[in-house]
């Protein structure tokens, strides 16, 4: 519908302000209505394209409605176009007037020529009139049936169209099983995408309320459709094709022969010069493969370039589209792009929004190999004209220097920065010096000398001002003029507007006065009695905090503010790994160019098709065949985990990355096999779980104290649950939540490691010992597994992640506790029955 | 699926504008012009092709200085829409000849016609140039693409902001010559956009050619084309992707890191003989797109030196060197370079007979400009600006200044030495001898010397 009845927008002179300009139209427009003079037509088209323009520019022609009508008997087509635009744009603000169209819009409908009948037939659904719907079961009907495709092809969307209107009139005429029918047999592609699109909306939206709906729903994800839509995808346009492997990325192949032959059938959709088409392909191949490390690294690896390709070409808007889903793949594998750095590079007219994404893309795939060159680019961009991007440049760097193990020259780098005079240089730099002296201090001594140089007075952004008295407290004993700075900066103390500088100072100036008392101590008094009086609560109360704890005793106020510090070993990530795999699995959608998940920016009804990770999520409590589906998924969402595990190996193997997706049978099988495993693992235990807990419970509430179990005293040793039961979500849960509690290195027997061929040997072993595997993975040498166990009738949880390296011999263990007390016990426990696994 | 679609001019005002499913509330083009005029409150930052406001997401493309614009409240694939977008705007322009604000409000009409085709109830329908014949009835109002503003030789090559290659052709594909008579005629265009960065001390860091074949056939009957390329043309870089200079150059095989074609195109014998076979479809349409990172001979040499000249004075010295055959010649070749942020003065000093040549320093944002109408190949020039400072520079003034970058159009020259080596038409008649054209243009996109 278009412009604003009422346009809001102040006209241009140029543009006509309306009303008499309207009453001029109408006047003429009545007068060529009954006229049957040669070249009328031609006087009326003139007089319609003048209506469509002030329709366009926002005008309110509608009370034309009436004439424009009179004048639609007309022959000439480009007049009837014009004139169905007009209708479809004002027949809702005129639901009375629009019946005088239905006449000739009805009867346009059994035209001769099958365009008049498609082109009348599609306004005839677009007039969106809730009492003339009674109108349009009819022509679509026939319409259904035409023999030609563009009718058909209208028709289709014009079921929509009236389901949109009158959902109850559509379902009622069985529209939608018609639908069905062409969806399979129609001969034209485009009849077939449009009932695709149409049956998905509708079946969609009925699915929350009729169960049956959303069983044909799911009915159009079974195989014969996939197979049968697949089979034809070259004959579809290149937006059907899409359509269509959105469709396939739902489906779920019973074997993986079925996964190699979809990959194989599509291979070539990866050199379409249409960048959708290109990607709609690659989340078909990311989603088949989440379940198959391997295999799916291979994809990583065959994308890549085609990506690239479509990054550099096309229009800067289609490259940012397409850049923004290579760096949610490059955030979650970097390792397989850690060669291609160079694409990362930013050119030097590129937009912000395409520079930031390459600098967070640079960060990711720093490695031992390329940090050299990738620093020393970036630092080039400090110098950059655009400032945010210059910052943003050296917090990149920064970055870099806390993820890597050799920093060395990084460290090097960035105290160039602070020399290089520039404020926010200085200030970027500042903040990142801090951040790297939490995670190295023993770089402290270089980085110590470098700061003292700098002079107060010019640094002024908060944060880095913040940075650098935070500096000053910390490591004062080495730099001779802390105090005094310190004191300086206290003096000025009505001057600083900024609280978190004030809270800072107050801190700095404590831990100083600890370490070097005479100096400090004026200051001290001073930052006390300024801090006090300030207006800010959160410095009033610091302060007063500071006093009384000085007053109470000095060691233990030394105890508070300055303890011992334990280097930061890992910043903590913004986003969580839930919310990253959501976007993932919503690739190719808005939801990866906002790096948000689509629930947080729209509203449920328009969340579409795309919306499967909704349900799936919601299956993960409940019976055990539910926990089949959440146990994979468990899998999927840990892939990434695993692939860093075997990502050497991989890489190695996965140069052939050719067209051919045939795998060793063996390793697909072994994945399958593990995956039942797991399955079995989980499916039984759990009901049985339930049923005990359910009894004992009933016990208690009788109160008939079981045989003494729980007044035994507890034994010195540990004694686990034999069917514990955890369900994959809360694993996961718990494993984000809970600390590490015990971290330690393990050797393997040789008889243990010649026995752990496949990951399920050691979960059948391991399933002996009370110890239940709840995901695994890996290929030899590297294997991972994610272990739990239940402490006896509690249900306090262990968790274990084990990394076992076959041909060093060694296990990786990280155990994490709800009841902390009794991790060592249990670590002992773990440890002894990994002791054993090989031993007849 | 999108909602609407509408073209708005620079200045914001509605030219088209269709509504498909009236779900987006009223006046959705004046919250995303006023969006993207606004996007920063310093205006230094450009709005993201993407955006989403009050649930409403915004999708963008400029092409000549128009937005082409739709909307939808459901999460869709982003490509999807903007690929369209750029489409719906090439089908657009396959009608009218000449895609200008004018052409558009001469057509309007035509327009609503061809976007009713296009979209249906915000989902595709078809944007062939040629299935869209059938349902079209307007005759175009064709625009003289002369009387439109004076645009520089290489304009030709040039749409949006990003230096877009179109072609010089501006003829409709439905409108009737004067003559009544059609012309019979085909054209190829190579174009090979450029991205170099040389490191201070003049050594290549990064360098890539994004190539396209263009194609724009007005050939009746619509006969099979072959395309045969070099022969010795190999896709894939073997080993992986890492850069790797030196192992390939000079010895004469064009090594394509990677391309991809439009559906048309039949690769059945691309194998063996590097020949493409397609039926073209009628308008403008990208025959294949491909991207190489081999080394090639940069044509252009940058040579940069700035040094401090006294009390608050500094010299910049820029020598530009054609590394091409003297038979070619670079059109509209504009050289920039920002200089330290305190200079307040900049005399400039061009070697003497030089023509064609403008100077500029643009004083707002410090920055050098210097324009060369045409370049040689073989020739150097030279450039002597004398720069004069608010203020004293602290540390390394080479640190505050520069890049130079450049910018340039190379007609008739491609720097991959990827060919067309023959264009076929199969037709019976022996005297059917249409006209092909086939052309090759170089541009730069990202051409920059770091000092």
């Known amino acids: ?840 | 699926m999108i909602s609407q679609f509408f073209v708005l001019s620079q200045r914001g005002d509605n030219i088209v504008f269709r509504d498909y499913r009236g779900e987006v509330p009223k006046g959705s083009a004046e919250i995303f012009f006023r969006k993207v005029k606004f996007w920063k409150q310093d205006g230094q930052e450009e709005a993201p092709p993407i955006f989403n406001v009050d649930g409403v997401n915004y999708f963008h493309v400029k092409v000549v200085g128009l937005f082409f614009v739709a909307t939808t409240r459901v999460n869709v694939s982003p490509s999807l829409v903007l690929e369209l977008l750029q489409r719906v705007a090439r089908v657009i322009k396959d009608y009218l000849g000449v895609l200008s604000e004018d052409s558009f409000r001469k057509n309007f009409v035509l327009v609503y016609e061809l976007l009713d085709e296009v979209i249906d109830f915000g989902y595709v329908q078809t944007t062939s140039t040629e299935v869209l014949k059938s349902y079209v009835f307007n005759e175009p109002i064709v625009v003289d693409a002369a009387r439109l503003q004076p645009l520089g030789p290489a304009a030709i090559f040039m749409q949006g902001n990003k230096r877009m290659p179109g072609t010089a052709i501006t003829k409709s594909v439905v409108a009737n010559e004067p003559g009544g008579r059609k012309r019979e005629e085909i054209f190829v265009d190579i174009i090979e956009k450029i991205s170099v960065t040389f490191s201070s001390s003049g050594y290549i860091l990064t360098s890539e050619i994004d190539g396209t074949i263009q194609m724009k056939s007005y050939l009746t009957g619509n006969p099979e084309i072959r395309l045969a390329l070099n022969e010795d043309l190999s896709i894939g870089r073997g080993g992986g992707s890492v850069y790797d200079y030196g192992s390939s150059y000079g010895a004469g095989a064009v090594i394509l890191d990677d391309c991809n074609f439009h559906e048309s195109v039949r690769l059945d014998s691309f194998d063996m003989d590097r020949t493409l076979a397609l039926v073209p479809p009628d308008g403008e349409f990208p025959v294949m797109n491909y991207r190489m990172t081999q080394e090639f001979k940069p044509p252009f040499h940058i040579n940069c030196l700035i040094e401090e000249a006294g009390h608050l004075k500094a010299e910049v010295v820029l020598k530009i060197r054609a590394e091409f055959p003297s038979n070619i010649t670079a059109n509209t070749v504009v050289v920039e370079m920002p200089l330290l942020k305190y200079t307040i003065r900049a005399s400039f000093e061009l070697e003497p007979g030089a023509v064609g040549q403008r100077t500029d320093f643009k004083e707002a944002n410090k920055k050098l400009e210097w324009d060369l109408k045409k370049i040689v190949g073989g020739f150097e020039h030279t450039l002597r600006a004398k720069l004069t400072f608010s203020q004293e520079s602290h540390g390394n003034i080479t640190k505050e200044a520069g890049p130079v970058s450049m910018t340039f159009t190379i007609p008739m020259y491609n720097a991959s030495r990827l060919q067309v080596k023959y264009l076929q038409i199969a037709k019976k008649s022996s005297s059917y001898n249409p006209y092909r054209w086939v052309r090759y243009v170089t541009q730069a996109n990202s051409y920059v010397a770091r000092i």
Not at chain 1, 637 to 651: A, F, Y
């Open chain 1, 1 to 840: 519908m278009a412009p604003p009845a009422q346009s809001q927008r102040s006209q241009s002179p140029s543009q006509p302000s309306g009303k008499s300009e309207v009453s001029d139209l109408k006047l003429q427009l009545r007068q060529l209505a009954g006229s049957r003079a040669p070249g009328v037509d031609d006087s009326k088209r003139e007089l319609f394209k003048k209506v469509i323009s002030y329709m366009t520019i926002g005008i309110d022609v509608s009370s034309l409605f009436g004439e424009m009508v009179m004048c639609s008997a007309t022959s000439d087509i480009v007049l009837k176009k014009m004139c169905y635009l007009y209708v479809g744009n004002y027949a809702k603000v005129n639901p009375d007037l629009a019946l005088l169209t239905i006449n000739f819009l009805q009867r346009d409908c059994h035209d001769q020529d099958p365009m008049i009948r498609g082109l009348a037939l599609r306004s005839l659904c677009s007039l969106r009139v809730a009492n003339l719907v009674e109108y349009l079961v009819g022509p679509l009907g026939s319409g259904l049936k035409d023999s030609n495709s563009y009718v058909r092809m209208v028709a289709v969307i014009g079921v929509l169209k009236l389901y949109h209107i009158s959902a109850s009139t559509c379902v009622d005429a069985d529209f939608p099983s018609t639908l069905k029918h062409l969806l399979l047999n129609d001969s034209d592609t485009q009849v077939v995408a449009n009932c695709l699109s149409a049956l998905q909306e509708i079946w969609s939206a009925e699915a929350s309320t009729s169960e049956e709906a959303s069983r044909e729903r799911e009915a159009l994800i079974n195989k014969p459709v996939i197979y049968y839509l697949l089979n034809r995808i070259k004959e579809f346009s290149e937006w059907a094709q899409c359509l269509v492997l959105e469709l396939v990325t739902k489906y779920v192949p019973s074997e993986s022969s079925e996964i190699f032959d979809i990959m194989n059938l599509l291979e070539d959709r990866l050199q379409h010069a249409n960048g959708a088409v290109v990607l709609a392909t690659v989340k078909v191949f990311l989603q088949l493969t989440l379940s198959m490390t391997d295999v799916h690294q291979q994809v990583y690896e065959r994308i890549k370039a085609p990506l690239l390709t479509l990054v550099s070409s096309g229009s800067p808007e289609q490259s940012y589209a397409v850049l923004s889903h290579l760096h949610l793949l490059v955030m979650r594998a970097p390792y397989v792009f850690s060669s291609d750095y160079k694409h990362f590079y930013c050119q030097y007219n590129e937009p912000s929004y395409v520079k930031r994404l390459k600098l967070e893309m640079l960060t990711a795939v720093a490695n031992e190999s390329n940090t050299y060159e990738i620093v020393t680019e970036l630092c080039e961009y400090a110098a950059n004209v655009d400032i945010p991007i210059a910052r943003e440049s050296i917090r990149a760097v920064g970055k870099i220097a806390l993820q890597q193990y050799d920093v060395n020259a990084i460290v090097d780098r960035l105290l160039q920065f602070l020399e290089m005079e520039k404020d926010y240089v200085t200030a970027e730099a500042l903040v990142l010096v801090k951040d790297l002296l939490r995670k190295y201090p023993q770089w402290s001594h270089d980085c110590i000398a470098v700061v003292g140089n700098i002079s107060s007075k010019n640094v002024q952004e908060p944060k880095a001002k913040a940075a650098l008295i935070w500096m000053l407290g910390e490591y004062s004993q080495d730099m001779q003029d802390a105090p005094y700075i310190l004191e300086s900066l206290v003096e000025n103390w009505d001057e600083e507007h900024s609280a978190e500088v004030r809270l800072h100072l107050l801190t700095a100036v404590m831990k100083c006065f600890f370490k070097r008392p005479p100096e400090t101590q004026s200051a001290l008094g001073a930052a006390l009695a300024a801090g006090v009086a300030d207006f800010h609560q959160d410095v009033h109360d610091r302060a007063l905090f500071y006093y009384r704890i000085l007053r109470y005793n000095v060691s233990v106020a030394e105890r508070v503010v300055n303890p011992p510090k334990q280097a930061v070993s890992v910043f903590a990530d913004t986003q969580s790994s839930e919310i990253k795999d959501r976007i993932f699995d919503e690739f190719n959608s808005l939801s990866v160019l906002y790096q948000k998940p689509s629930y947080m920016f729209t509203d449920k009804e328009h969340r579409g098709s795309l919306e499967f990770a909704d349900e799936l999520g919601n299956l993960s409590i409940g019976e055990a065949a539910d926990n089949v589906v959440s146990s994979q998924r468990v899998e999927e969402n840990d892939k990434d985990l695993l692939l860093t595990t075997t990502e050497k190996e991989e890489t190695r193997g996965s140069s052939n990355n050719g067209s051919a997706y045939n795998v060793p049978y063996d390793s697909s099988t072994s994945v399958f096999a593990s995956q039942t495993q797991i399955e079995s693992a989980i499916s039984n235990p759990t009901t049985a779980g339930h049923s005990q807990q359910a009894s004992f419970g009933i016990d208690d509430l009788l109160g008939l104290g079981m045989p003494a179990v729980p007044n035994v005293p507890s034994p010195p040793q540990l004694k686990l649950n034999t069917k514990a039961a955890l369900d994959p979500s809360t694993f996961q849960q718990k494993w984000r939540q809970l600390p590490i509690a015990l971290s330690q290195e393990l050797s393997l027997s040789p008889q243990a490691v010649a026995a752990l061929t496949a990951p399920q040997a050691l979960l059948r072993h391991m399933q002996s010992h009370s110890i239940h595997c709840i995901a695994s993975g890996g290929q030899s040498p590297n294997f991972k597994f994610f272990f739990f166990a239940q402490k006896y009738e509690e249900s306090s949880n262990y968790l274990v992640e084990c990394i076992i390296n076959t041909s060093s011999g060694k296990a990786q263990v990280k155990i994490k506790a709800d009841d902390q007390s009794t991790s060592q016990a249990f670590s002992t426990l773990f440890e002894s029955a990994l002791s054993k696994f090989g031993t007849p």
